[in-house]
């Protein structure tokens, strides 16, 4: 317990420096045609790519609003790091300016846990509690294993104007007093009053402002209309203003690592692109089934599929659309899966619209969630994969590689349950379809579950010629891998690899969600610098220092969405007893793109 104190402490630590300065859904079309990766480090969603608890380690997070005018309204989710599995996710309120901060621990009994001092408003109102363990395999519920790795995912569902004359294109009458000239009541609420905001989220008039639904208006079109459901909330288009960092510390072994967040902008699609608004995609943070269906609750016609299909792209959640698709193992949407995403955060252009198969596409309507996320997917895909390691006896150095690929669960996922399982779900890109032989009939062949429909290599990036499970892990397979040493000499061919528990000889494979590859350990049962253990390789390459390449072409070389950092863990032989000597360091991948 004191180790974990000592590092929320300095979670507290970090907040404290960054005190403000100043139906079921709303999906409304903002100006965005494109999302991209970007280096700035400023944009409208984050990707913490690799969180742990284990080992005595502790991960905290920080997330700035860098717009001192707007508000944020923001979704934050984590997911294990076997097959991405929600786990814990809630919604904080950023004033101006703000800064919110958080750590993970590891609870008494073995499950992770959130805890924040921070000062900005969640929903729910307390957000400090112990991780859900209920949608992970049977056996990484046990002592809540799976959640104590994994990644998370930020993004900015709704900008918070300060007034109802700035919310929406001509203003809002948002307290509904017949003018648009008295200040935004959600913005007041979250404003910081000396460092404190007053909140109040959880009960009264707001309450239900975040607690009803509006979306039997909702078209995916820009109209009056549609803004004025959302805005009557006191939002408006995201804007692209979040940064975000990481930090893991371990007090036992006097170690820390830290990184900034993967960033994602949503772009104009110009040569030249600039940021652009998003679509505001906000659903209520309250626990009831996402029902309905599709053409009755948007314009977008998928079919008189469930209207989950018109909001994201998860397979499970899509399989869970219906009551025999629950039952075949397919997770029940819930009002607190949304956003996610896949959920449509960009429109088409004249061009995309023109090219897309999803019904109802034109300029300016939302995107259907298969095309959400494989847009998202392109922005962060990667052909290869370069960074050093370091194994040196003499200084007792240890390295492990960290690779996320946060998009895969909106092409692939894994139901634990139903016929056949474990079994892993597609996603076809293409068209929104998915399959799996061994649940389509059990479904009656609804037109998004087909057993014939066969998952093309052109627009998706998993699929079975690239994917296989292990256990109940899904693992990414044909990744090639080349090392080198500090003097030229290389070892590229596969025979030259051992991967445990792998047999000799086999190729590297992303097995798991959030996977750790360690160097030269022994083997997995050894120590590893993160500790890992969920989603842990470990590989000899013969050298004991230099530096790797590996290849993630992918299908029809589009790559793979990784992202990633290498972790250093070495001891000062020549330090004093009694003198911390262990060092820590950690550096982003480098990378090509395709």
């Known amino acids: 317990m004191k180790k974990n104190l000592i590092a929320l402490s300095v979670a507290a630590m970090v907040g404290g420096l960054g005190l403000s300065t100043g139906a079921h859904a709303d999906v409304v079309p903002g100006a965005a045609v494109a999302q991209q990766f970007t280096g700035d480090g400023i944009g409208h969603a984050l990707l913490i790519p690799y969180y742990t608890v284990q080992n005595g380690n502790v991960s905290i997070f920080s997330i700035i609003n860098t717009d001192t005018v707007n508000g944020k309204a923001v979704k934050i989710r984590f997911r294990g790091a076997s097959n991405s599995d929600d786990v814990f ?38 957000v400090n509690q112990s991780f859900v363990t209920t949608r992970l395999s049977a056996a990484e ?17 709704a900008d918070i104007e300060p007034t109802e ?48 639904n509006t979306d039997a208006a909702i078209t995916l079109a820009d109209t009056a209309g549609n803004n004025a459901n959302a805005h009557v909330k006191g939002l408006d288009f995201p804007t692209a203003s979040l940064v975000g960092g990481w930090t893991i510390i371990n007090v036992d072994e006097a170690l820390s690592f830290s990184g900034n967040a993967t960033t994602v902008i949503a772009t104009d699609g110009a040569a030249a692109p600039s940021a652009a608004a998003g679509n505001i995609v906000f659903w209520p943070q309250r626990d009831f089934t996402v029902g309905g269906t599709s053409e009755v ?60 198969t999803a019904p109802g596409a034109a300029a300016g309507r939302a995107v259907a969630p298969w095309e959400q996320a494989f847009s998202l997917t392109g922005a962060l895909a990667v052909t290869t994969i370069t960074n050093e390691y370091a194994t040196d006896a003499d200084i007792a150095a240890a390295s492990d590689w960290t690779f996320s690929m946060p998009s895969r669960r909106y092409n692939t996922a894994v139901r634990y349950l139903g016929t056949g399982a474990p079994r892993a779900v597609y996603t076809d890109f293409e068209d929104g379809t998915f399959g799996d032989g061994v649940f389509a009939a059990a ?89 890992a253990a969920l989603a842990r390789q470990d590989i000899d390459v013969t050298f004991t220092n230099g530096y790797a390449v590996l290849g993630t072409p992918g299908l029809t070389t589009k790559g793979l969405p990784v992202t990633g950092a290498f972790f250093l863990k070495a001891v000062n032989p020549l330090t004093a007893a009694g003198t911390a000597a262990n060092y820590g360091a950690s550096w982003a991948h480098r990378v090509t793109r395709p």
């Not at 101006?96 to 924040?116: C, I, L, N």
């Not at 905001?197 to 309450?207: D, F, M, N, T, V």
């Not at 000799?504 to 120590?527: I, K």
């Open 141 to 157: 519920q046990v002592g809540g294993a799976g959640t104590r790795e994994g990644y998370i995912e930020i993004f900015t569902m």
């Open 443 to 531: 479904i009656g062949g609804d037109t998004f579950a087909v057993a014939t429909d066969a998952l093309g290599d052109v627009f998706n990036y998993f699929t079975p010629t690239n994917t296989d499970l292990s256990g109940t892990q899904l693992c990414v397979l044909n990744v090639s891998q080349a090392a080198f040493d500090r003097e030229e000499t290389s070892l590229d061919a596969p025979t030259d690899f051992v991967i445990s528990p792998s047999t000799p000889g086999d190729p590297v494979a992303f097995c798991g969600e959030a996977s750790v590859l360690s160097f030269n350990a022994g083997g997995t049962s050894s120590a590893s610098v993160l500790g």
């Open 297 to 356: 609750a948007l314009a977008l016609d998928i079919g008189g599929n469930p209207a989950i299909n018109a909001f994201s792209a998860d397979p499970l959640l899509k399989l869970g659309g219906t009551a025999a698709g629950i039952t075949a193992g397919g997770v029940e949407p819930r009002a607190y899966d949304l956003p996610d995403m896949s959920t449509p955060y960009i429109v088409y252009s004249a061009a995309t619209a023109g090219a897309s």
């Open 89 to 126: 996710d809630f919604q904080v309120y950023m004033s101006p300016g703000d800064v919110f901060t958080g750590a993970v621990s590891q609870g008494a009994g073995g499950t992770a846990q959130f805890t924040t001092a921070d000062n900005s408003c969640t929903l729910p109102a307390s």
């Open 165 to 212: 004359a700035t919310t929406g294109p001509t203003g809002t009458d948002i307290n509904l007093d017949a003018d648009e000239l008295d200040a935004n009541p959600l913005f007041t609420a979250i404003k910081h009053v000396d460092g404190v905001a007053p909140c109040g989220l959880a009960s009264g008039a707001l309450a239900t402002k975040l607690s009803t």
